[in-house]
Antibody, heavy 120, light 108 residues
Framework: QVQLVESGGGVVQPGRSLRLSCAASGFTFSAYGMHWVRQAPGKGLEWVAV????????YYAESAKGRFTISRDNSKNTLYLQMNSLRAEDTAVYYC??????????????WGQGILVTVS | EIVMTQSPATLSVSPGERATLSCRAS??????LAWYQQKPGQAPRLLIY???TRATGIPARFSGSGSGTEFTLTISSLQSEDFAVYYC??????????FGQGTKVEIK
């Protein structure tokens, strides 16, 4: 069964950096695009970034451009989100999510349990 | 960017009753519309994709309809485990992938 397990969250001061990881199992990781989605406390879902199956294509939300970098290591079945220059408004639960499509991008068919990042 | 608007924000329904949730897109997304369910403290779960196709393991009481800019999620007979927040998402025109603000289905 598909499993996505995020790690690396915690409390960080404004302006500092943090790297999130998402360990994937139960599917051929290298065949699928992967996303990061976040949810601020008590708020809705906000897409953050996506990376194609081979890492060649990456897209970011405006709120993440220039500060966040998505990457992946297919040999380790792991997705990453490097977050720099963190702001209070980046405080959220961060989810990794699997794209359902092995070609282009589509909807998200599996989600991790999420990891809390608090910028304070 | 396509803006997704859900209504109502909160829906109070008695167990066994029907719930109808709406989602509107600011421009046509064809049938590239998904619905997700999120319970407190849990990750979102895919319910519906392609506006009307149930994801694997989703009970038949969940149904989706619509195309273009107007979409509906119907829960035919609410069970206790269905009280949650529901989000619609468009995946027609990206980036970004955009979500509605959510509809909370609560016990009346």
């Amino acid at each position: 069964q598909v499993q996505l397990v995020e790690s690396g969250g915690g409390v960080v001061q404004p302006g500092r950096s943090l790297r999130l990881s998402c360990a994937a199992s139960g599917f051929t990781f290298s065949a699928y695009g992967m996303h990061w989605v976040r949810q601020a406390p008590g708020k809705g879902l906000e897409w953050v970034a996506v990376i194609s199956n081979d890492g060649s294509n990456k897209y970011y939300a405006e709120s993440a451009k220039g500060r966040f970098t998505i990457s992946r290591d297919n040999s380790k079945n792991t997705l990453y989100l490097q977050m720099n220059s963190l702001r209070a408004e980046d405080t959220a639960v961060y989810y990794c999510a699997k794209d359902r499509w092995s070609g282009d991008f589509d909807y998200f068919d599996f989600w991790g349990q999420g990891i809390l990042v608090t910028v304070s | 960017e396509i803006v997704m608007t859900q209504s109502p924000a909160t829906l109070s329904v008695s167990p066994g009753e029907r719930a109808t949730l709406s989602c509107r897109a600011s421009q046509s997304v064809s049938s590239d519309l998904a619905w997700y369910q999120q319970k407190p403290g849990q990750a979102p779960r895919l319910l519906i994709y392609g506006a009307s196709t149930r994801a694997t393991g989703i009970p038949a009481r969940f149904s989706g309809s619509g195309s273009g800019t107007e979409f509906t999620l119907t829960i035919s007979s609410l069970q206790s485990e269905d009280f949650a927040v529901y989000y619609c998402q468009q995946y027609n025109n990206w980036p970004p992938w955009t979500f509605g603000q959510g509809t909370k289905v609560e016990i009346k």
